[in-house]
């Protein structure tokens, strides 16, 4: 559990960006660590996006929040993460029409590898680290391998977004609610590849019953492109919802879970899933770790899928190999 009177040393990059503006102002409000909770607010952006920064905190100044002790803008790495304990790693370019996320590799892996190396040196020693920037899941692998002093664990991807969704797909086929559902779960990289899987979901403790050929011709690839559906509708990559998943995530991993969640960890090779591998698992929130659930058992359908996503994030991680030391 959160130290309730302790405050929080929040970094976030690319604070002048779409995600940034919608997740500050969650932050600052209580959202994440609990109203009790005080946080110092860092903005990390680079040196030409560092007014917008300064406008996004002039705003934050503005609205005042009871919770928020200090708010700084900087473009230095020192700085940015010197006793940081929550780090939302946003910054970092996203993709457009067309573009899958695994395209964007090039473009954002030097990011993280700089930024894990500044952590690794800068950060408290048991600072939670989410990495949202896409491809999410090979971004923080780069920052985890960069950290050696840190446990991998430390070090998440988002794929509660995906997890969200699977949840509200679910929801409005069956004309029910999310919060009516339990044991969902997205396994892989947060990519097409990604398996939404519904096998273990219960609907008020019942299992979940769906028809086959809606769950995997509509339900899994939904879900899977569904980044891509919102900028194809958009004109923009979601904000608002990833802001919001970037929250639940954070949230969960303080405060615990009871139901399972998804986030990407590293890989301790459950399931056959290669050790080191940042992977979206069922998952629960505990004494402020991630555990992988255990125990279950997966049809021939279930470990094809996930073999499938796997082999992707092995693809991207030999692909970024020169910035894993
Ligand atoms: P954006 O372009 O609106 O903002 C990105 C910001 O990052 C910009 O202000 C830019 O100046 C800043 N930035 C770039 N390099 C930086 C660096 N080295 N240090 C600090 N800041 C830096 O993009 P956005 O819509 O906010 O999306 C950000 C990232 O999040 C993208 O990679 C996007 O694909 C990803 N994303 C992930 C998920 C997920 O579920 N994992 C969901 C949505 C978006
Ligand atoms: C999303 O899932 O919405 C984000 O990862 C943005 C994208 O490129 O799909």
């Known amino acids: 559990m959160v130290d309730t009177q302790s405050t929080q040393r929040v970094t976030v990059t690319g604070a002048a960006g779409n995600i940034g503006y919608a997740l500050l102002f969650r932050i600052a409000s209580g959202d994440v660590f609990g109203a009790d909770v005080p946080v110092d607010l860092v903005l990390l952006e680079i040196e030409p996006a560092l007014p917008a920064a300064r ?19 900087t473009a230095d790495l020192e700085e940015a993460f010197t006793g940081t304990t929550a780090a939302f ?4 370019r996203p993709r457009t029409k067309g573009m899958e996320r695994a395209d964007l590799l090039n473009a954002n892996a030097e990011i993280f590898s700089a930024q894990g190396k500044a952590l690794n040196q800068f950060a408290a020693r048991d600072v939670k680290v989410l990495v949202v920037g896409n491809p999410a ?24 977004l ?3 969704r699977a949840l ?3 929801a409005q086929h069956q004309g029910a609610q999310s919060v009516e559902y339990s044991q969902v779960a997205v396994w892989g990289n947060h990519s097409a590849s990604q ?5 273990f979901a219960q609907r008020g403790g019942a299992p979940v019953e769906v028809e086959t050929s809606w769950y995997t011709e509509e339900f899994i ?23 919001s998943a970037a929250v639940d995530h954070m949230h969960d991993w303080v405060h615990g879970t009871q139901d399972w969640r998804t986030a990407a960890v590293v890989s301790d090779g459950s399931y056959g899933v290669e050790e080191g591998l940042v992977c979206g698992f069922p998952t629960v929130a505990r004494d402020g770790r991630w555990h992988i659930v255990q ?31």
């Open 55 to 73: 406008g996004v905190a002039m705003e934050l100044a503005d609205s005042a929040f009871p919770l928020v002790r200090s708010i700084t803008v």
């Open 295 to 325: 125990g279950l058992e997966l049809s021939e359908f279930q470990q094809e899928r996930i073999a499938a996503s796997v082999a992707e994030l092995q693809a991207e991680r030999d692909a970024v190999a020169h910035l894993l030391p």
């Open 137 to 160: 899941n090979t971004n923080a692998l780069i920052a985890s391998r960069n950290a050696p002093d840190l446990d991998p664990q430390q070090f998440t991807a988002l794929m509660r």
């Open 221 to 243: 690839p939904r879900v899977a492109k569904r980044g891509a559906e919102i900028i194809e509708v958009r004109g923009a990559s979601s904000a608002a919802s990833a802001a």
């Open 168 to 170: 509200s797909q679910l």
């Open 195 to 199: 398996f939404p899987d519904l096998t």
């Open 162 to 164: 995906d997890h969200n």
């Open 89 to 92: 790693l946003v910054g970092s």
